[in-house]
């Protein structure tokens, strides 16, 4: 049996289920406090019996570096008393190889063995939604340095004259997630892009900065394809925005397929998170192959 | 015996050596059409006897990943005759194992190896000079998506009332390389910044640039240190400006050591490119550990 945790700052969404892309049973749990929180999970795992493997997809920030000794812990974050947290420490009690990976590290997992990202060697996940999160994959392992991309915080070129908005961003002001994640469009236009009689000169906006992150991380990671999911993604047309502007921007300077096919929408909706985590427990399971981001374990 | 080739766009420089970091004997040849210049390489391999492996590191564009059937090849280039050109084939009769990476992976594995990367598990190498050229080694070996890395077409945020130049590069104007490559400044100026009266300006205008680029590279990768080398990276007082506007423009967001040691200079000098490809032959020597890199070999 593997077990998967979808871990926000919100809600917990955890799961067991047989197999990664099977059926699986799963319950919610608000996220209050570390010790509230995680007994609740603890609880709900040991009503379904024995796990051989638990994945935890994360919000962040979070040491998702196997060979560090903070491997599992929650490193700095506003969300009041959850900075120090630490899974591993949580969850010894349920006895089975555990692996945890950033949330959008997760859901682009989940999107590579059965969604949108299959056949992709190298996989870029982009989601826009409360911020801008973007994990790479190469062969199904996540990419990290010294600790989990933070491609949000980019410094996209702003025409002040066409976008007079400062930004949103309380470390950069004008970096991508202070220009086009959800917050920024709220505070830019006290509303969604969903909301708007008429949305067009904002999505194109919206579209011209999340196409530069799509040249950006062209050139920086050169990926096979590029998913872009996340709630604000769910505005109709925002996609082939980012697909003409980004070819634009790109000039044929190196070749990429269909941009149709290079840029595209995440096929397995609010499932990926979990899945991805059930990915992650997968990977752990003795017997599994051991990818690059486990050699140093 | 290792045998090594830095291949460039005017000049190969092929070396015998015994070890890595050994003292080494070596040539220069000119780069004229591929088989004068690959009879020359070859000729010059001969007269030392026999070879156990052969690195090279090579301008771009170049296909480096050893599971493409196009692996050794030169891409479309402007370099007449060369595009096609297979490594493999020319060097095939010397009956040694081949490796191949870019000339800047080449000489930041160098850096890692015997240089001022030493220690670090994620290496960024840059180089600044004819163009800019960029390079990401995880645990020494290069990182690569569907091809090389391409940061220099990166697009820094410009202020046109502080410098109208519209940027060199054919095809995107103002790109980091249409900014702040050596052709970019004698294009802007009429002279490198070496030749000026008073060059401060003009190393606060090139040394932001590539502090963005620093800091895109901080934010897609993660390195535990960013080495800045290059013929432009000579200039007195250049470093120092990218340190400082770097740290100002990540505010704090990620923390980085000592932006000192974080943003330094590469310790080999002309020799880097050289000592790469004695590195990369030594990589495929019978019974040296492979990594990631050639896991699809």
Same mark, same amino acid.
Do not use: N
């Given at each position: 049996m593997l077990g998967g945790i979808e871990a926000g700052g919100t809600k917990f969404i955890c799961a067991v289920a047989d197999r990664t892309d099977g059926p699986l049973e799963k319950c919610v749990i608000p996220t209050t406090s570390p010790d509230e929180t995680l007994k609740a999970v603890r609880e709900f795992f040991r009503g379904h019996g024995v796990l051989d493997a638990l994945g935890i997809a994360s919000f962040?920030?979070?040491?998702?570096?196997?060979?560090?000794?903070?491997?599992g812990e929650m490193l700095k974050?506003?969300?009041?008393?959850?900075?120090?947290?630490s899974y591993l420490d949580a969850f010894e009690g349920l006895d089975c190889p555990i692996d945890l990976d950033t949330d959008v590290n997760g859901a682009g997992l989940a999107e590579w063995r059965h969604?949108?990202?299959?056949?992709?060697?190298t996989l870029a996940y982009v989601t826009v939604g409360t911020g801008i999160g973007t994990g790479v994959l190469r062969d199904g392992q996540s990419l990290n340095g010294a600790? $989990?991309?933070?491609?949000? $915080?980019i410094r996209p070129v702003r025409d002040g004259e066409r976008d007079?908005?400062?930004?949103?961003?309380?470390? $950069?002001?004008?970096c991508l997630e202070g220009l086009a994640s959800g917050p920024a469009i709220k505070a830019r236009w006290g509303m969604g892009l969903n909301e708007m009689a008429d949305p067009g000169p904002a999505i194109e906006l919206i579209g011209g900065y999340l196409a530069q992150l799509a040249l950006t991380l062209t050139l920086t990671h050169r990926p096979d394809r590029i998913l872009f999911g996340g709630?604000?993604?769910?505005?109709?047309g925002l996609i082939d925005v980012i697909r003409e502007q980004m070819e634009s921007l790109l000039a044929g300077y190196v070749s990429i397929p269909s941009v149709r096919d290079y840029i595209a929408a995440p096929s397995?909706?609010?499932d990926a998170g979990i899945t991805g985590a059930l990915c992650l427990a997968a990977s752990v399971l003795p017997g599994a192959e051991a990818g690059p981001r486990h050699a140093g374990k």
């Open positions: 962040g920030p979070v040491d998702i570096d196997p060979s560090s000794p903070q491997f974050t506003p969300k009041p008393g959850w900075t120090g947290v969604g949108a990202g299959q056949g992709c060697r600790g $989990h991309y933070e491609m949000g $915080h007079p908005f400062e930004g949103a961003c309380p470390f $950069h002001g004008d709630g604000v993604m769910k505005t109709p397995l909706g609010d």
